[in-house]
């Protein structure tokens, strides 16, 4: 009897080890599936003031040039173009910094088409930061830029952006 009862709790072991490798697997499948994409770049501050552009493509993006982070390699940093590599839900964040002598701001553009955008006109302080951010539905393949406002001017600015979960 105790070699018995020895011999089923064996297989009631080799049971839930399998039960918790089978579970381990699907866990690793899971966050294969389950990218990890986020950047983060600004624009090296210098000298002049980079000025707007108006234009509702991908053509006249900021270009930001000097990339802190980019895990999954969705942003590219000479085409200043966020890239979804998969569907998701994404947040997305920029800052504009610029002199009270020019309008400064910027708008983010999905696909080409405005989403968010921020806007300082000119004043009596010496100095204009503005910020944004928002959250989208992406696809596979929608990209996400910075453009600025015509005749807009700014000195720096910082964007960055996040996959928050992937859709399937």
Request: hydrophobic fraction near 35%; avoid cysteine.
């Amino acid at each position: 009897m105790a070699r018995d009862l020895e011999v089923t709790m064996e297989a009631q072991l080799n049971i839930t080890k399998m039960d918790l490798e089978d579970k381990l697997e699907a866990i690793q499948k899971s966050n294969e599936v389950q990218k990890k994409i986020a950047f983060s770049a600004t624009i090296i501050e210098s000298s002049y003031s980079f000025t707007g552009p108006y234009s509702t493509g991908t053509s006249n993006a900021l270009k930001f040039d000097r990339v802190f982070t980019n895990i999954g390699n969705a942003y590219n940093k000479k085409t200043g173009i966020f890239t979804a590599p998969v569907n998701g839900v994404y947040q997305f964040s920029f800052m504009t910094f610029g002199y009270s002598s020019h309008t400064s701001g910027a708008i983010l553009v999905k696909n080409g088409n405005y989403q968010v955008s921020t806007w300082e006109f000119t004043g009596p302080d010496t100095s204009d930061t503005t910020s944004n951010s928002v959250i989208l539905e992406l696809n596979t393949g929608d990209s996400v830029n910075i453009i600025l406002w015509q005749g807009g001017k700014i000195h720096t600015s910082v964007f960055s952006g996040f996959l928050i979960f992937p859709l399937v």
